[in-house]
């Protein structure tokens, strides 16, 4: 039985973010102080999965090296891999081939996060080695996404975005293959938006006769490519942390669980958690509400905020109103100018300056 190897996908251009990642990749932006893409490192190491290959775009590709290095920080062997152009997720296993060889792995979309991470699963594959195993989850609304029918744990039928939707079973961002699939890839066609589509490459391996399996997700999943996923994976993630205090609390009350990271100051402030406050941050004369993650050596002074992402080196001082639901990039700098108070929502790219009149 050979080694399963992992396959994270960090390549996309993460237009939904926009201006943020104008600027830096959508999965280094953080989530409770942590990037994006951590999570699905370290979700693979935990299952027992250490060589990892990692796709890249060539715009953004020198970032994430940087951020990851060569893995050994998360227990990983990191191979970098460069996709030249976003031709989809098949295309991606394409493009790893070499990587792959002739081992089953594990592929994971660097922006998706998941609460229970992929131990189970990867346990049932390795035990039972199907050709294919694919994670859903129930949702609302799922002409939106890739639907599978099933037929017990066995899918029978996917269905990209449909119209007459067979169930409310839509793909997760995490899927299991054996060396199969990359043959399956090879013979497919570009789709209608010009790509080469995991889900057809999956429907291949099934019409041909393949054992295709599924296992819903337990607790919670997000794709974090929009703002508002973002902030509720935020929310999630900061549900659960537990409070610790390397930082200085000066004439301050901290409410429910707050992370004080090291040399953080909150001074004449009240920060009611969950909440995190960066390495080297100051808060001052403020209010700072629940799930809100302050990146290192951000600064709020005189101002109000809750349920937001700030990325380090930000400045945030003098507002006349609350900030909420809001996004700020790196080295932004949100301050007070004359003029009525208005409630603020924000997403703002890096080395951005507003004021508030």
Known sequence: MSELKGLILSGGAGTRLRPITHTSAKQLVPVANKPVLFYGIEALVAAGITRI????????????????????????????IVQPEP???????????????????????????????????????????????????????????GVAELDGERVVRLVEKPEDPPSDLALVGVYLFSPK???????LEPSAR??????????????SGGDVRS?????????TG??????????????????????????SKLEGRVVLEQGAVVRRSLVRGPAVI??????????VGPYTSLGDRVEVRRAEIEHSIVLADSVVEDLPSRMEASLLGRR??????????RTLTMLVGDRSEIEII
């Not at 295309?91 to 592929?107: D, Q, R």
């Not at 508002?228 to 942390?241: G, Q, S, Y």
């Not at 960066?278 to 209010?287: F, H, K």
């Not at 932004?332 to 108070?341: Q, Y």
């Open 53 to 80: 290959g990692i796709i890249i775009a060539p715009e953004t590709g020198d970032e994430i090296r940087e951020a990851v290095g060569d893995g050994s920080a998360f227990g990983a062997a990191v191979t970098w």
């Open 87 to 145: 031709a989809g997720l098949a295309h991606a296993v394409l493009t790893a081939e070499e990587f792959l060889g002739e081992s089953s792995f594990a592929m994971y979309l660097g922006d998706n996060l998941l609460r229970e991470g992929i131990t189970d699963i990867v346990a049932d594959f390795e035990q039972q080695r199907p050709d294919a195993s694919i994670m859903l989850t129930r949702v609302a609304d799922p002409s939106s996404y």
């Open 181 to 187: 699939i990359v043959e399956a890839a090879r013979h």
């Open 194 to 207: 010009g790509e080469l589509e995991i889900t057809e490459a999956i429907q291949s391996l099934i019409d």
């Open 215 to 223: 296992r819903i997700v337990a607790g919670w999943w997000k794709d």
């Open 226 to 251: 929009r703002l508002e996923d973002m902030l509720e994976a935020n929310r999630l993630v900061l549900d659960e942390i537990a409070s610790s205090n390397e930082g200085r609390c000066e004439d």
């Open 278 to 287: 960066g390495r080297d941050a100051l808060v001052e004369d403020s209010y």
């Open 332 to 341: 932004v700098r949100v301050v007070k100018s004359d003029g009525p108070a």
